[in-house]
């Protein structure tokens, strides 16, 4: 599979505006990169920007803090696929993960998958806030859920991603769950460290710098 299949292209800032959407769709087309991924609200606009397209529209819940009720991510997933979004990336509470809260962990994750129906659902950990113990079992409790993914980080917390954490991500789901990096990746060089080492998708909004040999400076 070519490089620019394996990125979502990326754009999760607050100020983020309809025409910055529509150039992020369009630098997708012409990339044909797997997907756009942006925030719930900008889904609707992402789908009528790619019609026609084999792009794909990825959608975040609960971003990026993942601290809000489950119930009102659960509706978030429910209106991003409504509205069009093929795959979401929802963010676990990493609170409750270090209270020890895992029962609850788990449940969201599977009501998220539940509302995803065959919809694929990708789980961000934001590793930088774990410890190795905790980063394994965000991932058997993914697993349990039955997520499609585990993803290292949002781009919004102290760290992204490094090949580590990967490492230690693929060694916990043991082939149950696909790998999804995001966060500092910013060239070519690094994105094919990180595929080389078994990950299936990228989050960045370096994309275009990444597949055309040159350093981004985002996300």
């Known amino acids: 599979m070519k490089l620019n ?15 910055e959407i529509e150039t992020l769709c369009k630098e997708a087309i012409t990339h044909d990169f797997f997907s756009v991924c942006v925030n719930s609200g900008y889904v609707s606009y992402a789908k009528e920007f790619l019609k026609g397209t084999n792009v794909n529209v990825c959608s975040v819940v609960g971003f990026p803090l993942g601290a809000m009720s489950t119930r009102s991510k659960v509706f978030e997933t429910e209106q ?23 029962d609850k962990v788990r449940e969201e994750i599977a009501l998220i998958k539940k509302a995803c129906g065959n919809k694929v659902l990708k789980v961000i950990l934001e590793t930088c806030y774990l410890t190795d113990d905790e980063k394994r079992l965000a991932c ?4 349990e859920a039955g ?3 585990v993803k290292t980080s949002t781009g919004f917390g102290t760290g992204g991603a490094t090949l580590s954490d990967v490492q230690l991500m693929k060694e916990a789901v043991d082939g149950k769950a696909k790998i999804k990096a995001s966060g500092g990746v910013r060239d070519f060089k690094t994105a094919m ?27």
């Open 5 to 19: 299949k394996y990125i979502d292209h990326t754009l999760l800032k607050a100020n983020a505006t309809v025409s």
């Open 80 to 102: 991003a696929i409504a509205d069009g979004a093929d795959e979401i990336d929802m963010v676990i509470n990493v609170g409750w993960l270090q209270s020890g809260e895992v």
């Open 140 to 143: 058997k409790l993914s697993v």
């Open 147 to 149: 997520a499609d993914f």
């Open 193 to 219: 460290q990180y595929v080389d080492l078994g990950v299936q998708r990228i989050g960045t909004s370096n994309g275009i710098a990444i597949v055309s040999g040159g350093t981004g400076t985002g996300y």
